[in-house]
């Protein structure tokens, strides 16, 4: 999720759960090509399984990026297929794409390959006026036989116009059972569910018929519903860390971005769900916010010794 998921959380979300498969923000073929290639690329070790995520539709860039990212050691290729941003749009890739299934199938065909890792698509279940579920139907189908390994549908369609892509992620009805029927009908071709789940109750009902579920902004707002994930679907038998442990293990992780010139508020700014609905969160979560963004902020404005103790 564009400027939630940086590498700061990902490395904190780690913490939380060892399995979960964290995805970066999208990237532009563009950044990837012309910019500043270590910046958007690097991450921490820790972080894998990390999937990288692209925004594009030239599949020889898509390819070139994917063959990057595999290099950099990427657990898996992305392809986003579901921001209906206007910025996007003019670049004609996300959610605009869905009209394009055979450049999209171009492109899975180009980024597959490239790269042995996995190549997947993020999309919409329909933008506009183009949401049957025959024309879905279609744009699977496309991808499937392109060698795409896995999707991920955000079970509600997108407006292009009309609708700022905030909107586009609440007032379009999510419809789970579209997501069904795909799955009904390429039974063959992993599909990850998307969209409203906010729970790891809810995760788990999903997966007795589908074969992943991708959380979002619960998962930001709220990273403890991850805690219990690596038990209740993978199968881990590790015992989970408690929030302290959790922060305290993500204390050196900040000692040594602080160092290394990253910001406190840069890190810290993620961090505040972790103690959510627990007492003492919100004089904590206060203290990070009033001092974080100060020059020479350090490691010990994240610590609960020395307030009310969460
Ligand atoms: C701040 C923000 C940034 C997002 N950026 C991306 C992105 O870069 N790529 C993407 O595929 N989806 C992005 N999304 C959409 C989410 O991945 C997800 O599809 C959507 O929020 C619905 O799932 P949820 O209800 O679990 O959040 C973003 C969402 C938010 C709130």
């Not at 594009?56 to 050691?73: H, I, K, N, Q, V």
């Not at 840069?266 to 100060?294: C, D, K, N, V």
Request: aromatic share 8%; proline share 6%.
């Amino acid at each position: 999720m564009l400027d939630w998921t940086d590498r700061h959380c990902r490395y904190f979300l780690r913490l939380i759960s060892r399995h979960t498969l964290l995805y970066t923000e999208m990237i532009t073929t563009g950044a990837l090509i012309h910019g500043d290639r270590e910046r958007f690329l690097r991450y921490d070790p820790a972080e894998h399984p990390v999937a990288l995520q692209l925004g594009g539709s030239d599949s020889e860039d898509l390819a070139r990026c994917a063959r990057m990212a595999e290099e950099w050691g990427y657990d898996e290729i992305n392809l986003n297929v579901g921001c209906p941003s206007d910025r996007v749009q003019n670049g004609r890739f996300g959610a605009c794409l869905m009209a394009e299934p055979v450049l999209v199938a171009e492109c899975v065909t180009a980024m597959r390959a490239a790269v042995r890792v996995p190549v997947t698509v993020k999309h919409r279940i329909g933008i506009d006026e183009r949401d049957s579920y025959a024309e879905l139907v279609d744009f699977v189908g496309r991808l499937s036989e392109a060698g795409c390994d896995a999707i991920i549908v955000h079970a509600r369609k997108a407006w292009l116009k009309g609708l700022s892509p905030k909107e586009n992620r609440d007032i379009p009805p999510l419809r789970y059972e579209i997501v069904r029927d795909l799955k009904r009908d390429f039974p063959q071709l992993p599909i990850v569910i998307n969209g409203g789940i906010e729970t790891l109750d809810a995760a788990v009902d999903f997966l007795s018929d589908l074969d992943g579920v991708m959380i979002g902004r619960a998962a930001y707002h709220n990273p403890w519903i991850l805690a219990e994930a690596d038990r209740r679907v993978f199968g881990d038998t590790h015992p989970a860390p408690t929030r302290r442990q959790v922060l305290e293990a993500f204390i050196p992780y900040a000692e040594r971005q602080l160092a290394a010139g990253v910001p406190l508020n840069a890190m810290s700014r993620h961090l505040l769900g972790l103690f959510q609905g627990q007492p003492g969160a919100r004089a904590w979560r206060r203290r990070i916010s009033e001092q974080a963004h100060r020059p020479g902020a350090g490691v010990e404005v994240l610590g609960f010794d020395n307030h009310a103790r969460p």
